[in-house]
Structure formats: C-alpha cells, structure tokens
C-alpha cells in the first residue's frame, strides 16, 4: 500500500494550493480517503474525507464549519484524491497527510484513528 502526497509548498494569505494523494496496492473502492493535517504542537486533525465508492463526503464531527474554504474531490481512474485549498490563513500551516480507511471500518467517518495506512506527507506554508 502507498500514499503520496504531493502539491505542499509556501503560498501567501489568501492564496490557493491544490494537494494531491496518489494511491496504490489496495481496491480504491472498497477505501475512503481523507485528509488530515498536524500543526508544530498540535494533535493531527482530520480536514475532509471522500468515500472512493461513491464520492460521498466526510468531515470531523465536531469541525465541519472549520473547513469550507477547502474541496475534497476523488478520480477514480487515477486513484487519487485531491484537496482544493482556497483563502489560506496562517492558521492553515501544517504537514497534510492523505490516509485511506476501510469502507466497512470507517462508517461515514473523518477520524484519523480509523484511517489504517498514511502518505508521508507534504507541508503547506502560509506566510502572513
């Protein structure tokens, strides 16, 4: 199994970046993937996930407000995911990660517990 992010980089406030989580060794499919990221000392926090079934979408329980300024989108074809970032903020600095979950673990889920192999990740940099 294999996940690798790319697209990471430094961009100013209010900038746009489009992340991207090309995956390999498992059945798309049968795998949500999401999103998550890990500011300098904070807990890693999921941002969005995307079922490769059916498209549908997931986000934090709690944080679903948090991150309408991003896109989640899948391509089936290429088994990549991708995340359109739009109006960063400072805030947004962080190492994102792409993980990929079982369908039938995760239950509709964006919770990085749940999510059972990780890309190495690909930080963003937002310069205020």
């Known amino acids: 199994v294999l996940l690798v992010e790319s697209g990471g980089g430094l961009v100013q406030t209010g900038g746009s970046l489009r992340l991207s989580c090309v995956t390999s060794?498992?059945?798309?499919?049968?795998?949500?993937i999401g999103w998550f990221r890990q500011a300098p000392g904070k807990e890693r926090e999921g941002v969005s996930c995307i079922s490769g079934r059916d498209g549908s979408t997931y986000y934090p329980d709690s944080d679903k407000g948090r991150f309408t300024r991003f896109t989640i989108a899948r391509d089936n074809a290429e088994n990549s995911v991708y995340l359109q970032m739009n109006i960063l903020k400072a805030e947004d600095t962080a190492v994102y990660y792409c993980a990929a979950g079982f369908l039938g673990d995760i239950l509709g889920s964006c919770q990085r517990d749940l999510y059972e192999f990780w890309g190495q990740g690909t930080q963003v940099t937002v310069s205020s």
């Open positions: 060794g498992f059945t798309f499919g049968n795998y949500a």
